[in-house]
């Protein structure tokens, strides 16, 4: 079974400041992670994915997240956060052979004030 | 170029009603996928497709059923509504490569009265 955490409910930051969305997950074999993004009354968007190779993975709207295989983690992160970033977002895992079947986390609510 | 289109995007059901759901996407993808989204629960798989005539269930099937008729479309069918599936309804596409990412359609918002 797989299974995706993501600790925090809010994460709140100011404008300019680093942003940063914690996701563990559990996965037999290797895992495929995703982070996603929604606004409101929106379906969800594609930030970024790790499949294999470099750890670190560059996405969308300067977006990146850090693939940690002993910590089981998949954070996302912007070096400097605006408020039109305020969104939920939701870490993704899949393992490699079961057909593209997403596990969601909760989702994380992030808030950036001016 | 639509990408996944839902209709309707907002719909109120009594008890015991039953309605379809409708997806379609334009892309030439054999994979689709329906989820529902609860608040503070994330998204939840009810069933999915590797192509055309063939389905299978996810993690909350109960109270639904598809079918996949054609690469475009896949319908979810909700017989005799419950309260419990008031929800918002995705439906999402992707290609057949291994890691490939989900495209989403905009979501139908269903209530269950």
């Known amino acids: 079974a797989q299974s995706v955490a993501q600790p925090e409910d809010q994460v709140n930051v100011a404008e300019g400041n680093p942003l940063t969305v914690k996701c563990t997950y559990s996965?037999?074999?290797?895992?495929?992670l995703f982070w996603y993004v929604q606004y409101p009354n929106r379906g969800l968007q594609f930030l970024l994915k790790?499949?294999?190779?470099?750890?670190l993975v560059k996405g969308s709207y300067g977006f990146e997240a850090e693939f940690n295989k002993s910590q089981t983690s998949f954070h996302l992160k912007k070096p400097s956060a605006l408020v039109s970033d305020s969104a939920l977002y939701f870490c993704?895992?899949?393992?490699?052979?079961?057909?593209?079947?997403?596990?969601f986390g909760a989702g994380t609510q992030v808030v950036v004030t001016p | 170029n639509a990408g996944v289109t839902q209709t309707p995007k907002f719909r109120i059901l009594k008890i015991g009603q039953s309605m379809t759901l409708q997806c379609a996407q334009d892309?030439?993808?054999?994979?689709m996928y329906w989820y529902r989204q609860d608040p503070g629960m994330g998204l939840k798989l009810i069933y999915y497709?590797?192509?055309?005539?063939?389905?299978d269930k996810g993690e909350v099937p109960n109270g639904y059923n598809v079918s996949r008729s054609t690469t475009e479309d896949f319908p979810l069918r909700l017989e005799l509504a419950a309260p419990s599936q008031t929800s918002v309804y995705f439906c999402?596409?992707?290609?057949?490569?291994?890691?490939?990412?989900?495209?989403f359609g905009e979501g139908s918002r269903l209530t269950v009265l």
């Open positions: 999402a596409s992707r290609t057949g490569t291994p890691g490939g990412e989900l495209f």
């Open positions: 996965v037999s074999g290797n895992p495929y």
């Open positions: 790790y499949i294999t190779g470099d750890n």
């Open positions: 993704a895992v899949s393992a490699t052979d079961s057909w593209g079947k997403l596990q």
């Open positions: 892309m030439n993808h054999n994979y």
């Open positions: 497709s590797v192509g055309a005539g063939i389905t």
